[in-house]
């Protein structure tokens, strides 16, 4: 068996370990003669499956009491229409930053719903720079405001966390959940799609201060409600339970790594040697502000965007794919998340050196 290094934005690899166990535990789940896909969600042995997981995730990332933590379905992008529905809370404006391809979906559902105001965009920049808060036009009484903390398409992650005081701090974590250390409790709800850095597709992670749940307008679908999803322990229907268990797993193969402090120190070493690849060379660039580089997501451009096909190619030999950058960024991006092995981005380092040797 061969595996490649897949630097796919997501869905993205998973840990080797992970897909060994779930292997391993495929036809029989701990003696229970059953694939863990085969099992009710109300039996038994799901249930504690379900807890289990639960319980390590908010072992790693600290999370505190006053939490629920919502495993749902139906994606990161099924949250941009819940917020507005759950947390106007009888106000009508929220307050958006604009960072990005993701942050202008996220503020096109809300327009439906709501007011939205622009705290500030950096669309002018082509998405290359996160200002500071100082700077941002915020609204004293908005309802909460919204922010992606990482930026998937153009690489852009915020250097610091927005003190928004008592205006509740929503946070799209899709592509940077569990990358390192963060303090649950400045944010009022976190919410994340697996398919990056928790698990496989099709499970959405949410997790919510108690205080903002309860408050859904009338008209939310009951899918979207957290206090339903919230007081059915996330089993008001069937949740994606295959995905719930291998994220169960991918947590306590993050435990093993020293938690989210040792998965930080990786992270941060994987991207710092591809950036450093990447400044050194007069071939390769990147357009984002050096404080705000997101240590998930590496767009770079080749000097010569003739030579993005042969790059490519030459990358598979070595078994280096999916490093096609976003068709509105062009070149390359190489996404490293946590379970990319530091050899990949060795790999690619070394690789794009020979390559820039050869035709630069
Ligand atoms: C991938 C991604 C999404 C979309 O997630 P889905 O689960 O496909 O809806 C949203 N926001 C960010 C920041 C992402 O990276």
Redesign the pocket.
């Known amino acids: 068996m061969t595996r490649k290094y897949n630097f796919s934005?997501?869905p993205a690899m998973l840990p080797l370990e992970v897909l060994e166990q779930a292997k391993a535990a495929m036809l029989d789940w701990n003696g229970s003669g059953m694939s863990v896909m085969e099992m009710s969600h109300r039996g038994k042995e799901y249930m504690s499956i379900a807890a289990e997981a639960e319980a390590d995730l908010r072992e790693i990332m600290a999370i505190p009491d006053n939490y629920k933590v919502l495993f749902l379905q139906?994606?990161?992008?099924?949250q941009f229409a819940a917020i507005p529905l759950n947390l106007l809370r009888g106000k009508d404006s929220a307050d958006y930053v604009n960072t990005g391809a993701?942050s202008k979906?996220?503020i096109a559902e809300a327009n439906r719903y709501c007011s939205v105001n622009v705290v500030s965009s950096t669309e002018d920049t082509k998405f290359t720079t996160v200002r500071p808060y100082e700077s941002w036009d915020t609204n004293p009484d908005a309802a909460y405001l919204h922010y992606?903390p990482?930026?998937?398409i153009a690489g852009v992650e915020f250097p610091f966390i927005p003190e928004t005081g008592d205006v509740p701090l929503i946070a799209?974590?899709?592509?940077s959940i569990l990358s390192r250390p963060i303090d649950v409790s400045k944010f009022g709800m976190i919410y994340a799609?697996?398919?990056?850095n928790i698990g496989p597709?099709g499970l959405?992670i949410v997790i919510i201060r108690e205080d903002l749940v309860g408050h859904a307008m009338d008209v939310c679908p009951a899918m979207l409600n957290y206090d339903i999803h919230g007081s059915n322990d996330s089993m008001y229907n069937t949740p994606p339970t295959y995905a719930w268990y291998l994220a169960g797993l991918v947590f306590k193969w993050i435990k093993e790594k020293g938690g989210l402090e040792g998965i930080a120190e990786i992270n941060a070493r994987k991207a710092a040697k591809l950036y450093d690849a990447i400044d050194a060379s007069d071939f390769y660039s990147n357009p984002v502000d050096k404080d705000c580089r997101s240590k998930m997501n590496v767009p770079f451009i080749l000097g010569n965007s003739e030579l993005d096909g042969t790059f490519l190619e030459e990358a598979a030999t070595r078994g280096l794919v999916t490093l096609k950058g976003h068709r509105s960024v062009g070149g390359m991006r190489a996404s490293i998340y946590n379970a990319m092995p530091e050899e990949g981005v060795d790999t690619l380092v070394e690789m794009m050196t020979d390559f820039e040797k050869k035709y630069g």
């Open positions: 934005a997501g139906g994606g990161a992008s099924s993701w979906k996220a992606t990482n930026e998937t799209d974590m899709s592509s799609g697996a398919q990056k597709a959405t």
